[in-house]
C-alpha cells in the first residue's frame, strides 16, 4: 500500500477550525472593547496595554539558525511548535512574529506562515494583505519620495536640494528587479526635474525599520523626522523633518503602528507585527510586538531573519539595546539538510543520508554555538526533523553539541504540532530557570564604525579583516560629519555564507570582508554597511511560486505554503 502524502501547508491551516479572535484576548485578558477587529480572525492591539513592569518580569527567548539553504531551515515552524509546546506542558506562551512580504510569498517561499502542523492561522490573510501594515508603510515611505521630488520643483518652497546626494529610494512589496535603478521625471517640465531614482522592496524601506524600532507614537513620529534624504547645493544636510514630512507619514502609519493578535493551530496566541528582512534590515518584528506579548504571557517565543550571523546578532546588539530587552534562553534551529549542504551536498543530494557530509558541514553549527555564547547565551540546539534524517546523522550532532555543553533536541513541531515539541520546550525552561544565561552585546555602540564593523566581522563572520571601497571611505566620511558614529550598525550581507561570499560554505577562515558603501538609516537609529553584491531590490526567481497558485469561485486559496 502507497504511504499517504503529507498534507500541504494550505490544506491543514483551512481544515483547522478557528476560535473567535475575541475569544484569543479573552486568555491574554485583553478586554474586548481594546480591540480593533479585522474580521473575525483578526485583531490590532492598542499601545496602551503595554506594561513595563511585566516585560522585564517575563521570559524572551530568541529562535534562530544555522546559515540556510535557499529555502529555510524552519525558524518560524520552530518558533511557533515551541509556543504550542510551552503550552502543552503548562506555561503560558505568545508567539512573535514579522509578517511576510509579499515578494518570497510570490517568489521562492509560497508563504512564511510556520509549515505543517506549526502554523498561525489565518494563513492566507497572514502571507498575503494582512490587515495593511505593509501598504501604509509602502505609502509613507513614498509620500516622502513623493515631497522631495516636488520640493525639487517648486519655485516658491525650494530647499536647493541637489538631486545627485538624494538617497532616499520609493518602495514596492514585489521582487522586481527592472526597478532597482531607474529614470524619473521625463516627459517635460510638468512632470518634474529628472534624475534618477529607484526602487527597494518594501522589507527594505526605512519606514519599516523605523516601525521596528519605535515604540510610542510620539517616538514614531521623531524617528521619521530624522529620515536622511541627502544635502543641499550648499552641502547642507536635508532630513524629512525639513520638508514637514513626518506628521502626514505618521498619520499613514496610526494603525500600522499597533501589532496583530492572530492564533496558532492550537488556539495559542500569535502577534504578528512589523517584516523587515535580515539580510538588508534588522531582520526582527517591532519592539512594540516583543514588549506586547511579554506584557501579556510569561514566555515570548519571537524569531530573527536567516542565520543567527545576521538577524541575531541584530536582535541582539540593535534591538535588545534599543529596547532595553533582555533574552533569557536561546534556541538555534538545525536541519540535517542543511548540515549536509554545508558539507559538500549539491541541493539534488540534501535529502541523501550522509553522515560524512553531515560531520564535514557541523562546522557551520559549531561556529554559531561559539558566537551565541559570545553574547552570554548557552543555546539549545532545535533539529528541525524531516523525514530523510537518519537516526546516525541526529545522535552525531546529539553528541558533537554535548562536547560543547549544548543540548540538541528533535524538534517535530512540522509533523506533530505541540506534542513534538514538549521536549524541546522543556529544555527552553530548564535553561532559562537555571539563571546562567546573562545577556550582554557584542559591541558598546560607544565604539566608531570601523570598530563595530571589525568586531562584527572577525567576532561572528569569522573573518582575518576588512576592506573598504574608495566610495565606502567617502560615505565614512559623511557619516562622521553628521555625527552619526555613535549609532550601531546593520550589516546588509548575503545569508548563504558566514562571509560576503555565498560560495563559501560551512565555517570559512582566511577571507576579508568587502564593505561595497554605506546607507545611513538615521530615523531608524543606525548606518548600513553593504558588504558584497547585495541588493535591496530582489528579482523572481526562474520558476516564480506564484506560478502554482490559483484561486476558486469560491475564494479557496491553493498553491500558498
Request: charge should be neutral.
Amino acid at each position: 500500500m502507497a504511504k499517504a502524502k503529507f498534507p500541504s501547508d494550505i490544506d491543514i491551516a483551512q481544515k483547522n477550525t478557528m476560535v473567535h479572535i475575541t475569544e484569543m484576548a479573552s486568555r491574554l485578558n485583553i478586554d474586548h472593547d481594546d480591540l480593533e477587529l479585522y474580521g473575525k480572525y483578526k485583531a490590532k492591539l492598542p499601545l496602551s496595554i503595554l506594561d513595563e513592569k511585566k516585560i522585564a518580569k517575563n521570559n524572551l527567548v530568541l529562535v534562530t539558525a544555522l546559515t540556510p539553504t535557499p529555502a529555510g531551515e524552519g525558524k518560524t515552524t520552530t518558533s511557533i511548535g515551541l509556543t504550542e509546546g510551552l503550552n502543552k506542558i503548562g506555561k503560558q506562551a505568545t508567539v512573535v512574529l514579522r509578517e511576510p512580504s509579499l515578494g518570497p510569498v510570490f517568489g521562492i517561499k509560497g508563504g512564511a506562515a510556520g509549515g505543517g502542523y506549526a502554523q498561525v492561522v489565518p494563513m492566507e490573510d497572514i502571507n498575503l494583505h494582512f490587515t495593511g501594515d505593509f501598504s501604509a508603510v509602502e505609502k509613507a515611505n513614498n509620500l516622502l519620495s513623493a515631497l522631495i521630488d516636488n520640493n525639487i520643483q517648486s519655485k516658491t518652497r525650494n530647499l536647493r536640494i541637489d538631486p545627485r546626494t538624494i538617497v532616499w529610494k520609493r518602495v514596492m512589496d514585489m521582487n522586481d528587479r527592472s526597478l532597482r535603478q531607474i529614470t524619473i521625471g521625463l516627459g517635460g517640465t510638468a512632470n518634474g526635474i529628472p534624475r534618477e531614482d529607484g526602487f527597494n522592496i518594501t522589507p527594505a524601506s526605512e519606514v519599516m525599520a523605523i516601525l521596528c524600532m519605535a515604540e510610542s507614537f510620539e517616538g514614531l513620529k521623531k524617528k521619521l523626522g530624522n529620515i536622511f534624504v541627502g544635502y543641499t547645493f550648499d552641502k547642507k544636510a536635508i532630513y524629512a523633518r525639513d520638508l514637514k514630512a513626518e506628521n502626514a507619514m505618521a498619520i499613514l502609519l496610526k494603525d500600522a503602528i499597533k501589532p496583530n493578535l492572530v492564533q496558532t493551530l492550537e488556539e495559542n496566541p500569535a502577534i504578528i507585527h512589523g517584516g523587515p528582512f535580515a539580510n538588508i534590515a534588522q531582520g526582527t518584528n517591532t519592539i512594540i510586538a516583543t514588549k506586547m506579548g511579554l506584557s501579556l504571557s510569561n514566555y515570548v517565543i519571537t524569531e530573527a531573519g536567516f542565520g543567527a550571523d545576521l538577524g541575531a546578532e541584530k536582535f541582539l546588539d540593535i534591538k535588545c539595546v534599543s529596547g532595553g530587552l533582555k533574552p533569557k534562553a536561546l534556541v538555534l534551529v538545525a536541519t540535517i539538510r542543511a548540515l549536509r549542504h554545508h558539507g559538500g551536498a549539491k541541493k539534488e543530494e540534501y535529502n541523501d543520508p550522509n553522515i560524512d557530509r553531515v560531520s564535514k558541514g557541523f562546522a557551520n553549527l559549531e561556529k554559531h554555538i561559539e558566537n551565541c555564547k559570545k553574547f552570554g547565551l548557552n543555546p539549545v540546539v532545535a533539529i528541525n526533523a524531516f523525514p530523510t534524517d537518519s537516526p546516525e546523522e541526529v545522535e552525531l550532532i546529539q553528541k558533537r553539541c554535548a562536547k560543547m555543553g549544548v543540548q540538541a533536541i528533535v524538534a517535530e513541531g512540522f509533523a506533530k504540532g505541540g506534542d513534538g515539541m514538549t521536549n524541546l520546550a522543556e529544555a527552553v525552561v530548564k535553561e532559562v530557570e537555571s539563571g546562567k544565561n546573562n545577556f550582554q552585546p557584542l559591541y558598546n555602540w560607544n565604539l566608531t564604525i570601523k570598530e563595530k564593523i571589525e568586531r562584527i566581522a572577525k567576532e561572528i563572520y569569522g573573518a582575518d579583516g576588512v576592506e573598504y571601497s574608495k566610495k565606502a571611505n567617502t560615505d565614512l566620511k559623511k557619516i562622521d560629519a553628521l555625527g552619526l558614529q555613535g549609532l550601531p550598525v546593520c550589516m546588509a550581507k548575503t545569508q548563504k555564507s558566514f562571509s560576503d561570499n555565498d560560495k563559501l560554505l560551512a565555517r570559512p577562515t582566511g577571507f576579508t570582508v568587502n564593505v561595497r558603501e554605506f546607507e545611513i538609516a538615521t530615523g531608524a537609529g543606525f548606518v548600513i554597511p553593504i558588504l558584497g553584491n547585495m541588493m535591496r531590490m530582489p528579482g523572481l526567481p526562474a520558476t516564480p511560486a506564484s506560478e502554482g497558485m490559483d484561486i476558486d469561485d469560491n475564494g479557496k486559496i491553493s498553491g500558498l505554503s
